[in-house]
């Protein structure tokens, strides 16, 4: 099956605790990203990697580190999670130009107590 | 720098009326692309379609959109809504990364 995994599926965990996500395409596609979905549903891009190499850095706190092993893989972790972290973030995959077509993973949603 | 506007918050139709949501937006590219991706409850975004012609419609699951850059808009229609609708549709501008917008949620009622 061809399309982008995300583990895991949700996660409830309390403040100041690390955290870590994992997102893998199958798609063959040589980019990848994170957003950050909130309670209002604003989709925001966080990072976005092509090749391992990190292309897109918005602006987001320092204790969000994102992690590529190769072009297939994107994973994402938090140190020290703090409460407004609560949302779903997406992993999405496409080949590298704004104009493709992004695939989304199924979400992992975070939950900080 | 570039941005997307859409029509805000909750849009709430009887079923068989048709669909219009609003799309405009602002970037310094002459041919940027333009995408409408639809979310529906407890899933992710998926494409429902993307154009970078100026003038030109683009169709698919009926849904049409047509991208006019005198005006930098890209509006989404449907001639008549149906149930399964009902879903959280974003607009999307292609630039240094896709842009999206702040997303509409359509509402179709029987």
């Known amino acids: 099956e061809t399309a982008v995994f995300q583990t895991p599926n949700y996660h409830v965990t309390q403040v100041g605790n690390e955290v870590s996500f994992n997102c893998k395409q199958t798609?063959?596609?040589?980019?990848m990203y994170w957003y950050k979905q909130d309670s209002k549903k604003l989709l925001k891009i966080m990072f976005s990697y092509n090749n391992k190499q990190l292309i897109v850095n918005e602006t987001v706190p320092r204790r969000f580190s994102p992690q590529s092993s190769d072009k297939a893989h994107l994973n994402l972790r938090i140190k020290s999670v703090e409460p407004e972290d609560s949302a779903v973030y997406l992993c999405?995959?496409?080949?590298?130009?704004?104009?493709?077509?992004?695939?989304f993973g199924p979400g992992t949603r975070l939950l900080v107590l | 720098g570039d941005s997307v506007t859409q029509t805000e918050g909750l849009v709430t139709l009887t079923e068989g009326l048709p669909v219009m949501l609003n799309c405009t937006y602002q970037t310094i590219y002459s041919n940027p692309f333009l995408f409408w991706y639809v979310q529906h409850l407890n899933e992710s975004p998926r494409l429902l379609l993307k154009s970078f012609t100026d003038n030109k419609r683009t169709e698919h699951q009926g849904f049409h959109a047509t991208l006019h850059k005198s005006s930098s808009s890209f509006h989404l229609q449907k001639s008549s809504a149906q149930l399964s609708d009902s879903a959280l549709y974003y607009c999307?501008?292609?630039?240094?990364?896709?842009?999206f917008g702040t997303g509409t949620k359509l509402q179709v009622v029987p």
């Open positions: 999405a995959s496409s080949f590298l130009g704004d104009q493709d077509t992004q695939y």
């Open positions: 999307a501008l292609s630039g240094t990364y896709q842009r």
């Open positions: 798609l063959g596609h040589d980019t």
